[in-house]
């Protein structure tokens, strides 16, 4: 049996705290910290609003209030070049936030505060001075090897955390490099006795100069400041302290009697390591990304790496779930790193210590417009929260279903008939379309549902699912929904021939549907996917048998698809489509040719972003659609759309959700969708998945293992954004099967 449940590497601020959670909650900790005694070195110091709801839950706000310095004040901007101070106050979180200030804290008494928290707990032991050599793991357990007090120990735990910084130990043993840069140059930290106040200094300070930038902080109410500046990187380190008083001199004058109590010398990284989980061990704070701390984002990201990583653990080792939520844990905060933090701090580092006069007005504007506002300042500040990630809870414990279909279900079929033409074999019919419909005995919703599936699919997709469960649409019809389901011209029971529809395209075969449905460099994080993924098994047998083909004309497939959704909308009057991938096209096109007809769009893993070009399938050279779409002003070229003075497209002037899988390859297009549909006239908005605590699916997400639980943010969706009208049952005057 292993001696502990968690062990953790690393005592500082991300491991004590940490253990703190989880020792909480009952599980046993050991924290194995290399310092014999707690560092107090100038380290980052500034506890954003964003993490201290967590703080005050495990009891350590009080305290660091007592120690630490209560910033109500928030940012102040000094902008030397045009003689501007710009405020960003926390008072703007009055009302809207339960801690609606930052708390500045040294981390050896933030340390301190946690140390002495967790020697109240008897199932949490904290081992100082223990320098850890090896790193081990099996199916059962993993090994710690370390080093106190001059003598060899082994630990052994169930799960290993490692928080033990950017020369982390733990990341060298399961092989993870730092990727990304290094700036070159330095930052040199001081904690320094002066009166900054009385230079027009507030608690917290940005200083934009590309000689003397610099951040500079309250530390304690008793007069000790943090102010950090940077330095060329070729410079010599040794003689740090000799050029110290030379930049106080240009800061604050050669009167300014400056008292400095220790500094510390560091560089400047933007890295993430390149696996954040291996096995029985995840890797947290410095040990798992290192940011330049300018902006406070540094710590800010390891403390709420901390919040989703205990969430985790606690499920599996108390709930019984399966380790595979840890690399949910792992995709999830290195999102955050790289789409978040590093861009932020980057941006932040280049604004105070990069710009020069010449570029000053274009980092500042953005600030200075927001600040003008309480509402700017607010948005500001709330913003930070993107450090968060979603909380796991929702997808490990789903709230609630769909709810099971209804007993008594009405279901028919009909045909939008093609235009004659004549071939070699007759008179024929050009692509026409298969449509079926499925209602509740008593329809409760004010609009159908119009379903268009996507790719080389039919509208099969909306009903399968591995294990035999109700499908999306039984869902929707449960929900209250008359559902129509169409079989787009040549797919499915939609007939096709060369001859009438032109020469097939791409096929989608088994190399197709394993690139886009289960994308194997996305393999680790797609645990939805309810089959397996190799070519010989009888599960990938049946998805690929009903993989039809792409059209190789792709605008001519476009036109036709586009008119003949359009004729269904004629039958069934306002109507919300929800279309899926490929699908998408041809669902903006038939809103376009019926405008005031569709009542909303929803659109699953859409096809993007704006003007892609697909190898095999064609080009949305209209932005979101292939071919040309009426505008207002009319417009016959796409140049433009989509801009900042775009015309707007007829018909998509009603509310549009986009809703994207974490682990899909077209999910990055997702954001760049949401703006061209707002630059063009919808009411768009983006529903990522991952962000309503759903994690773990792909490209297919409507047929996955957890569809009940994916449907569920489209149902609230509909319920908040299509609600009027009278209750509309299934159009039957063309479905003679009814």
Not at 307 to 333: K, M, S
Not at 699 to 722: F, K, R, Y
């Amino acid at each position: 049996m292993p001696d502990t449940q968690i062990a953790i590497v690393g005592g500082g601020p991300v491991g004590l705290t940490l253990a703190l959670f989880l020792a909480r909650a009952g599980v046993q900790v050991t924290v194995l910290e290399r310092d014999a005694e707690i560092n107090r070195s100038p380290r980052a110091m500034v506890y954003l609003n964003t993490v201290l709801p967590e703080l005050d839950e495990i009891g350590l706000l009080d305290e660091m209030k007592n120690r630490g310095v209560v910033d109500r004040e928030g940012l102040t901007l000094h902008v030397p070049a045009t003689g501007e101070v710009i405020r960003v106050s926390n008072e703007a979180l009055d009302g809207v936030s339960s801690h609606p200030f930052n708390i500045h804290l040294g981390q050896g008494d933030f340390c301190q505060i946690a140390t002495e928290k967790l020697a109240l707990l008897p199932n949490v032991r904290v081992v100082r001075g223990a320098d850890v050599v090896a790193v081990a793991q099996d199916a059962e357990e993993v090994r710690v090897d370390y080093i106190a007090e001059g003598a060899g120990e082994t630990l052994t735990a169930r799960y290993l955390v490692g928080a033990d910084g950017a020369r982390s130990a733990v990341r060298t043993a399961i092989g993870a490099e730092l990727v990304g840069t290094t700036w070159p140059d330095r930052f040199v930290a001081t904690n320094v006795r002066f009166d900054f106040r009385s230079r027009g200094f507030g608690s917290s300070n940005m200083y934009v100069d590309p000689e003397i930038g610099c951040i500079v902080a309250e530390i304690t109410a008793d007069g000790l400041w943090r102010c950090t500046y940077q330095e060329p990187g070729d410079l010599d380190e040794a003689t740090v302290a000799e050029r110290i008083p030379a930049f106080y001199a240009r800061l604050l004058g050669r009167d300014a009697v400056v008292d400095v109590v220790d500094y510390r010398p560091y560089r400047i990284h933007q890295r993430r390591a390149s696996a954040l989980h291996d096995g029985r061990i995840v890797l947290a704070g410095d040990a798992a990304h290192l940011t330049n701390p300018t902006g406070g984002l540094g710590l800010t990201t390891g403390l709420t790496d901390v919040y989703l990583l205990q969430e985790a653990l606690i499920a599996i080792l108390q709930n019984g779930a399966d380790e595979g939520v840890l690399a949910l844990y792992a995709r999830a905060r290195a999102k955050v790193f790289d789409e978040f933090t590093s861009p932020s701090a980057v941006q932040f580092k280049t604004m105070v210590y990069d710009t020069g006069a010449d570029h000053v007005e274009a980092v500042v504007a953005p600030l200075r417009a927001a600040a003008a506002v309480t509402e700017g300042q607010r948005a500001v500040l709330l913003g930070l929260g993107a450090v968060r990630s979603p909380s796991l809870r929702r997808s490990l414990n789903p709230p609630h279903r769909a709810e099971s279909p209804a007993v008594t279900i009405r279901r028919g079929s009909f045909w939008i008939p093609g235009e004659p033409v004549p071939t070699p074999f007759g008179t024929v019919q050009r692509g026409p379309l298969f449509v079926e419909w499925e209602a509740p005995e008593t329809v409760t919703k004010p609009f159908p549902l119009v379903l268009v599936h996507g790719g080389g699919g039919q509208m099969t997709d909306w009903r399968v699912t591995a294990d035999g469960r109700p499908g999306w649409v039984d869902r929707f019809v449960a929900d209250g929904y008359a559902v129509y389901l169409v079989d787009r011209p040549g797919h499915g029971r939609s007939p096709h021939h060369p001859a009438v529809l032109g020469e097939p395209g791409l096929p989608a075969g088994y190399e197709s549907a394993t690139a886009v449905f289960m994308t194997p460099q996305l393999a680790d994080a797609h645990t939805q996917w309810p089959w397996r993924r190799t070519p010989d098994g009888d599960e990938m047998q049946q998805f690929v048998a009903s993989s039809g083909f792409i059209a190789a004309d792709f605008a001519a497939a476009s036109e036709l698809e586009a008119e003949r959704l359009a004729q269904l909308l004629d039958i069934t009057g306002e109507a919300v489509l929800v279309t899926h991938s490929l699908g998408a096209n041809a669902g903006w096109l038939a809103a376009n040719r019926r405008p005031g007809v569709i009542a909303a769009i929803v659109a699953i893993e859409p096809l993007g972003p704006p003007f892609v070009k697909v190898p095999g399938i064609g080009e949305l050279a209209w932005g979101i659609t292939a071919i040309p779409v009426t505008t207002e002003p009319p417009t016959h070229s796409p140049e433009g759309l989509g801009g900042p003075a775009s015309p707007r497209i007829i018909g998509l002037d009603v509310p549009v959700a986009v809703l994207t899988a974490p682990a899909s390859p077209l999910s990055p297009a997702g954001p760049a969708m949401v703006e061209f549909l707002t630059a063009v006239g919808a009411r768009a908005e983006l529903i990522r998945l991952e962000d309503r605590g759903i994690d773990g699916n792909g490209h297919g997400v409507m047929m996955e293992a957890n569809s009940d639980e994916a449907i569920v943010p489209v149902l609230e969706w509909l319920a908040q954004n299509v609600s009027s009208g009278t209750a509309a049952a299934p159009a039957q005057a063309m479905a003679p099967m009814a």
